[in-house]
């Protein structure tokens, strides 16, 4: 079955008090909510954190960084002009760009411009620059930059240096908010750039979903199918699914469809949907050692790695026991973490986990 409409939006309770007591203090520009994939950040964004701003009378533009992931500072800076565009400052943006030319020593004015208000020869610095001035005016206007690891990728070294020092110029008056789920990436890039982006910006966590979320699917379940499942179940089976909301509501449709509150049916047809959809595909490549280490990653309080513990459960797992050296365990967990499978926790050092929840589920039940 494939579910193609979304179940109500369950508010996560404070985050939105948070991100806008950070704004509102004045003191950090930006705020960063980092979360492995299917959690939630999106949709915090699209139903509080937009409405709310809307609320305000901020101006807000999203930008979703991962669908152009293959260049993202191209898809940034145009996503920018087109909005610049929209609001009719294409005019604008000209008039700035001749003012600037025109004030260069020696500059000519320009007669050629493009249609996007910017010369083929323009360097994306500069458009960036162009589109947020054009953007921001009066009042505060939120930029929201979701999936913001796929910079990581940007081929131009100085471009997040170059995007930091743009956004620094509008402090006061421009607000950034930052989702990003590759924690590898996010690393990549601080490793990589000269100046940090995210140094005047405040982390916030993304709050967990509680009982509670259980017992409004509990009644909008109830009201759209007379057959009814126990709490104790339902709160178990929300654990199961990784404490994921979107499998949980996806499981929800399942019971309405089905419409005989029998949960391990449900759960057994969301399981096939999933590795018919091939969850565990990229899985398939995977040589031994490294299989075993996702093996080991998916159990519940898994020792580290590096232990011996670790060692032992890899070795069982694989003919060749000889070649479990740390050596070789990290050069797994390397290759994991490049094909995003597995990422660090943050939380202790050598500490890591898998970052498709879907991937964790299946692993932790056999399937895969
Ligand atoms: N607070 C919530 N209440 C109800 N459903 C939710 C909630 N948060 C997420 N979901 C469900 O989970 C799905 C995935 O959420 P979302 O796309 O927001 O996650 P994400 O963290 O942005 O993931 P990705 O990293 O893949 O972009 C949503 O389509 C929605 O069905
Ligand atoms: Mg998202």
Known sequence: MSVNFDLPYFPRDGLLQEVLRVFESGLKQGV??????????TSFVKHELLPAAHEFGWRSYYVDLWKR?????LALV???????????????????????????????????????????DDSLENRLDAALSALVKDGVTLLVLDEVQSLAGAKREDFVAALRTVLQKFQGKLLV??????????NAMFRKQRAPLFASTMAVQLPELHDDFVDDRLAFLAQ????????????????????????????????????DGDLGKAMNAW????????????????????????QLLAMRDHPSVYSADAAEFIKRSIDD??????????????KLMRLDLVAPTG???????IDDRAILIQLREGLL
Not at 283 to 290: N, Q
Not at 321 to 334: G, L, R, Y
């Open 32 to 41: 960063t909510l980092f979360a492995p994939r299917r959690q939630g950040k």
């Open 69 to 73: 992931r293959g260049e993202p500072e």
């Open 78 to 120: 145009e996503a920018l002009e087109a909005f610049a565009n929209h609001r009719g400052l294409r005019q604008r943006l000209r008039l700035k760009e001749v003012k600037s030319k025109a004030k260069a020593p020696g500059a000519e004015i320009e007669a050629t411009l493009e249609p996007g208000g910017h010369r083929p």
């Open 177 to 186: 908010f930052y989702t990003g789920s590759s924690r590898e990436q996010l």
């Open 224 to 259: 759209r199918s007379v057959a009814t499942v126990s709490k104790r179940e339902f709160v178990q089976a929300f654990d199961d699914l990784g404490r994921t909301p979107g499998f949980f509501n996806e499981l929800v449709l399942h019971l309405i469809i089905a419409g």
């Open 271 to 294: 399981r096939k949907a999933h590795v018919e959809a091939g969850a565990g595909a990229q899985l398939e490549s995977l040589r031994p050692m490294e299989m075993a280490v996702m």
């Open 321 to 334: 026991a000889e070649s479990v050296t740390p050596a070789k365990i990290q050069t797994a967990i390397k």
């Open 347 to 353: 939380k202790v050092a050598g500490d890591y986990e």
